[in-house]
């Protein structure tokens, strides 16, 4: 595990994979903002076969709100990013961005306080997609 990520492997489909993810997510009260194929990409633009995998921009809109309101330029670390790939072993991993590490970055006690309570939901979201 890096210092700005935290993730789960899974067994099963990766397409299903991908909507218990955007499901768990939406509990959470996140919703995926963007959803980049990275795999489709790598293949249409540099002709490379790659494993699939997904970046999924995941917002929160209440906290994102606070914390555009405690410092403007925190757009430039929005939004979550939330990453499913595949593994060569067929397994699914499903990687966060960790808003804690990320947010820390900011230096302001109000964006660090926001980045605690999105990790807390984003570990709550891993933990409901635990096997």
Do not use: W
């Not at 405690?70 to 499903?94: K, Q």
């Amino acid at each position: 595990m890096s210092n700005y990520a935290f993730h789960i492997t899974r067994k099963g489909t990766f397409d299903t994979i991908v909507q218990d993810t955007t499901a768990a997510l939406k509990e959470e009260g996140f919703g995926v903002l963007t959803e980049i194929d990275v795999a489709a990409t790598l293949q249409a633009k540099l002709q490379i076969e790659h494993r699939p995998y997904r970046i999924l921009g995941a917002c929160n809109p209440t906290l994102a709100h606070q914390a555009l309101e405690a410092d403007p330029d925190i757009g430039t670390l929005l939004p979550c990013n939330v990453v499913v790939r595949e593994e060569s072993d067929g397994t699914v991993s499903v990687l966060f961005m960790d808003p804690e590490a990320v947010l820390g970055l900011v230096n302001k006690p109000e964006v660090t306080a926001l980045g605690h309570q999105v990790r807390e939901r984003l570990l709550r979201v891993a933990n409901a997609l635990r096997d």
